[in-house]
């Protein structure tokens, strides 16, 4: 059964670091997102690709972050400058449609900021 | 009034009992509807998708009321295996699509 891969699946860093969080989604998906879910709250939605461009994002997806699809198969999230509050799960999804389209999930990175 | 709002549980319940869980949802232009299901540090994984009409799976039925705004999870029959959290996902429509989780409802089911 295909499914979403990502790496690594823990990643820690020094508060201001740089960091990449890999995702590689379902082969035929045709739309990608990224989630946050800090220890204990909800899934929180913070963006989603379609045709190599942005197609939503939220409030929490400021000038830190970026997302990119630098060749046919990964997809990543850049978070530049860490801060202590960016510790949390980062999930990955994909889907093949839009609206009503299940998303499969990645099993996640967890990012610790130290 | 909180976007996608859930009673977080824990919902304690025998092995073979029926449990109900209930959504409210705030945006009345909201189209799709979602229950899924996560494990402890694991992903979400959908359990099923809601339609209008209502849907069932097994021992799993989903409902949705558009004029009051919510949907509920109906387990018959729980079994040990489903002690999760679940996840009640809604997504609008409308010039902007962007999924709203809520936070979860807590079942651990008991021997």
């Known amino acids: 059964e295909p499914e979403v891969t990502q790496t690594p699946s823990h990643q820690v860093t020094q508060m201001g670091q740089e960091v990449i969080l890999r995702c590689v989604p379902i082969?035929?998906?045709?739309?990608f997102y990224w989630y946050r879910q800090i220890l204990g709250q909800k899934v929180e939605f913070l963006v989603s690709?379609?045709?190599?461009?942005?197609?939503?994002k939220s409030e929490i997806f400021d000038d830190q972050f970026s997302v990119e699809r630098p060749d046919g198969s990964n997809f990543t999230l850049k978070i530049r400058s860490t801060k202590l509050e960016d510790s949390a799960m980062y999930f990955c999804?994909?889907?093949?449609?839009?609206?009503?389209?299940?998303?499969?999930f990645g099993p996640g990175t967890r990012l610790t900021v130290l | 009034r909180k976007e996608v709002e859930q009673d977080p549980g824990p919902f304690n319940v025998p092995e073979g009992a029926t449990v109900a869980f209930n959504c409210t949802y705030s945006n009345s232009a909201s189209q799709s509807f979602f229950w899924y299901r996560q494990d402890c540090r694991k992903e979400p994984k959908l359990l099923m998708s809601?339609?209008?009409s209502g849907n069932e799976d097994g021992r799993f039925t989903a409902q949705l009321n558009r004029a009051s705004q919510y949907i509920s999870l109906l387990i018959r029959d729980s079994k040990l295996s489903d002690s999760a959290t679940y996840l009640c996902?809604?997504?609008?429509?409308?010039?902007?699509?962007?999924?709203?989780f809520g936070r979860g409802t807590s079942l651990i089911v008991h021997p």
């Open positions: 999804a994909s889907s093949f449609g839009l609206e009503g389209d299940e998303q499969f």
């Open positions: 690709f379609y045709n190599n461009e942005i197609s939503e």
């Open positions: 809601v339609y209008s």
């Open positions: 082969s035929n998906h045709l739309y």
């Open positions: 996902v809604v997504n609008g429509r409308g010039g902007s699509y962007i999924p709203t």
